[in-house]
Structure formats: structure tokens, C-alpha cells
T-cell receptor, first 112, second 113 residues
Framework: GENVEQHPSTLSVQEGDSAVIKCTYS??????FPWYKQELGKGPQLIID?????GEKKDQRIAVTLNKTAKHFSLHITETQPEDSAVYFC???????????FGAGTRLFVKA | NAGVTQTPKFQVLKTGQSMTLQCAQD?????MSWYRQDPGMGLRLIHY???????DQGEVPNGYNVSRSTTEDFPLRLLSAAPSQTSVYFC????????????FGPGTRLTVT
């Protein structure tokens, strides 16, 4: 079945620094690549996504890059702020189906 | 729009008891799903539905039943609770087509003693 790995599992940065989280997947048919943010006590919420016909997408301080050949995509957060502290999940999805396999999550700490 | 709502927020069960976790959405989404979240394991798909009357199993379906009689509601039933089912349960919904964003409810924290 689909295998999804996220690295690192924990990331600690100083406020203002950049953070990068990488997601590797095995299903070459995947064509939708979202990143979700989960704050303490809440459900995950989509923060950015990308489709397989696009290599990069940016939304203010966050960006996602996709390398379909190598089967990985990454979340980039610049100028990190304390409110960016949360758990981030990738959840690549393939065509023709609804099943979504989530990565194990990356806990990001932004130190003020 | 209320989005995705879940009840209850917290529940404690004894081993062997049964209960139903409620999930409702008011966005007219075709797709709905149930996930469980355990420490260090991300979210694992239990059951999902692509429309009223249609359900299918996810990664970890054993011990759970679902039904989808309306577009809005997707209840999850625990038939005979076990301590291994102690977890946080999330319901999610999405459109069948683009965009594929999933909207999550606030979760139900279940403890089985």
C-alpha cells in the first residue's frame, strides 16, 4: 500500500528563522499534495496544497514545492512566528480514490 | 455555516460498552470520513463514504461500523469498546471533485477503561 514518511518528526527554530518539512510518498499516481496544520486540541486545517501539474506554490510566508520524479514534496515556512508552533501533516492523495494516507506529523516549535 | 460538528467532545466507556460518535456537516459535501489519531501515528482512516448509502473500509476498520443515510450525517459506532480504541476521533468531509481539501471537525476524545 501507500507509504508516506515525514521528516523531521520534531523541529525547533528561533523566531524569524525558516523551517522546512519534507514528505516522501510511494504512490506514483498521487496528484494532490496538501499540508495540514493542527493546533493543540483542534482538528487539522489545510494551509496550502499543490497539484501535480505545478512545481511550486506560495502563499505569503508559506510555500510548497513538489518533485514528482523523486516523489517528495516540502513545506517551507519563512520568518517563523510563535503562532506557527503546531503539528504539520502531509497527506498525498492519488487519482481514482478517496483514501488519504497521512504522514506521522512534524511538531514545530518556534522559540521567541 | 457550522462546518463539521462532532459530539460528544469527551467520552469515557467501560470495556464492552457500545456507543455512537456523531458527525454532521452542512457544506453539502459528498465525501465524509472518520480518522483516529494516536500519539506519534498521525491520522489513520477508519471508514469513509463517497455519498449517501455508500461506505467503505479504511486502514483500521475493525471494531467500528458506519452508515450514511443522509448527505449530512455520518455516525461511527463502536460495537464493543476495547482499551485499544482509546484515541481521539476526527470526522472530515470534502467535495468529490476539486478542490480536495478536507474539513475536519473538532474531535472526540474517547477513553476506554
Amino acid at each position: 500500500g501507500e507509504n508516506v514518511e515525514q521528516h523531521p518528526s520534531t523541529l525547533s527554530v528561533q523566531e524569524g528563522d525558516s523551517a522546512v518539512i519534507k514528505c516522501t510518498y510511494s504512490d506514483s499516481a498521487s496528484n494532490y499534495f496538501p499540508w495540514y496544520k493542527q493546533e493543540l486540541g483542534k482538528g487539522p486545517q489545510l494551509i496550502i496544497d499543490i497539484r501535480s501539474n505545478v512545481g511550486e506554490k506560495k502563499d505569503q510566508r508559506i510555500a510548497v514545492t513538489l518533485n514528482k520524479t523523486a516523489k517528495h514534496f516540502s513545506l517551507h515556512i519563512t520568518e517563523t512566528q510563535p503562532e506557527d508552533s503546531a503539528v504539520y501533516f502531509c497527506a498525498p492523495r492519488g487519482t481514482g480514490g478517496f483514501k488519504t494516507i497521512f504522514g506521522a506529523g512534524t511538531r514545530l516549535f518556534v522559540k521567541a | 455555516n457550522a462546518g463539521v460538528t462532532q459530539t460528544p467532545k469527551f467520552q469515557v466507556l467501560k470495556t464492552g460498552q457500545s456507543m455512537t460518535l456523531q458527525c454532521a456537516q452542512d457544506m453539502n459535501h459528498e465525501y465524509m470520513s472518520w480518522y483516529r489519531q494516536d500519539p506519534g501515528m498521525g491520522l489513520r482512516l477508519i471508514h469513509y463514504s463517497v455519498g449517501a448509502g455508500i461506505t467503505d473500509q479504511g486502514e483500521v476498520p475493525n471494531g467500528y461500523n458506519v452508515s450514511r443515510s443522509t448527505t449530512e450525517d455520518f455516525p461511527l459506532r463502536l460495537l464493543s469498546a476495547a482499551p485499544s480504541q482509546t484515541s481521539v476521533y476526527f470526522c472530515a468531509s470534502s467535495y468529490s471533485g476539486s478542490p480536495n481539501e478536507q474539513y475536519f471537525g473538532p474531535g472526540t476524545r474517547l477513553t476506554v477503561t
